[in-house]
């Protein structure tokens, strides 16, 4: 006699929905993506998806804030990991480009929003918002590592964050057009690094 499954709380439903929205919105495309295809991968009814969600939007907008999370997540694990503050702008990009799980990998998403956003004003202006906080951040980080004398003082801390993320989005398009900057990247990395932290190596 088969066990059955236990029946999941409104909780872990909401959960689940939004697992399979985010692998599935990383993998494909925001307009590809159909919210049957999303119940059918959490294991759930459209009507059960539409309970937590009020439309394909919504949930799009609520993965933005969850790889956000994650990635926020994971950068603040990898400075925490790095005792030398000049290192901690790298750690944060290497623990990025080097993330088992491409949900926290955020400028697949920001792509597909800046395609959806010129049509949707509500996706743009989340959007907006959205990468203002992430740049908040990691300008922060850079401001903490002048502070403990890692980053020389003279450095931007603003200006070197959008340039921070632009090179993470740039990572996403070279990947996306096949490796196209594969044998470059890393040369882009270290020149920015060079600059950054006043340090050849």
Not at 11 to 36: N, W
Not at 101 to 129: H, M
Request: proline letters at 2%; charged letters at 30%; one cysteine or more.
């Amino acid at each position: 006699m088969s066990a059955t499954k236990p029946r999941l709380s409104a909780e872990e439903r909401r959960a689940a929905v939004l697992d399979a929205a985010c692998g599935i919105f990383s993998r494909g495309s925001y307009r590809g993506t159909t919210t049957a295809e999303i119940a059918r991968q959490a294991g759930v009814t459209e009507p059960i998806l539409y309970r937590h969600f009020e439309s394909k939007r919504d949930l799009y907008l609520a993965c933005l804030g969850n790889a956000w999370e994650a990635c926020r997540a994971m950068w603040e694990s990898a400075v925490s990991s790095e005792s030398d503050p000049a290192l901690w702008i790298g750690a944060m990009g290497n623990a990025y480009l080097e993330a088992k799980d491409k949900r926290g990998l955020i400028a697949n998403l920001w792509i597909q929003a800046l395609t959806e956003a010129s049509d949707d004003v509500e996706i743009r202006r989340y959007l907006k918002r959205h990468m203002r906080e992430v740049h908040d951040f990691v300008s922060g980080v850079i401001r903490r590592s002048q502070e403990a004398g890692g980053i020389p003082e003279d450095r931007d801390p603003d200006a070197e964050a959008w340039i921070f993320i632009s090179i993470g989005l740039l990572a996403t398009v070279s990947k996306r057009l096949g490796g196209m900057l594969d044998d470059e990247f890393r040369g882009i990395v270290a020149s920015r690094r060079r600059w950054l932290t006043g340090r050849e190596a």
